[in-house]
């Protein structure tokens, strides 16, 4: 079955980093494209970067656009997000979610999700 890990979220100061990774299986990582979204407490599910199957084409939220970077590495089936920048209303849970799109992020297949805290 499709399985999604995230990892590598913690506690950032403002203006520091963190760097995400999902690591999937269940599915052909490579023929799929991939996002990335966001819950902050009381708000909804965000799509912020997404991520064709072959990593040709991007998208990025104006929210974290110059900041972020989403990647992919097939032959780790390993999806990445470079977060530059933080600031404190990055704070929330990223999940990384298989597809793309905002609806693939709110109903989709998507894993548990690794907490971000963004403070001083």
């Known amino acids: 079955q499709v399985q999604l890990v995230e990892s590598g979220g913690g506690l950032a100061q403002p203006g ?5 990774s999902c690591v999937a299986s269940g599915f052909t990582f490579s023929s799929v494209a ?4 966001r819950q ?4 909804g599910l965000e799509w912020v970067s997404g991520i064709s199957s072959d990593g040709a084409v991007t998208y990025y939220a104006d929210s974290v ?17 470079q977060m530059n920048s933080l600031k404190p209303e990055d704070t929330a849970l990223y999940y990384c ?9 709110r109903t989709g297949v998507r894993g548990q ?4 805290t963004v403070s001083s």
Do not use: C, E, H, N
């Open 65 to 81: 656009k110059g900041r972020f970077t989403i990647s992919r590495d097939s032959a780790k089936k390993t999806l990445y997000l």
């Open 40 to 43: 902050a407490p009381g708000k």
């Open 34 to 37: 991939m996002s990335w979204g």
């Open 16 to 20: 520091g980093s963190l760097r995400l």
């Open 113 to 116: 999700g690794t907490q971000v």
């Open 97 to 105: 979610a298989k597809g793309w799109g905002s609806t693939v992020v």
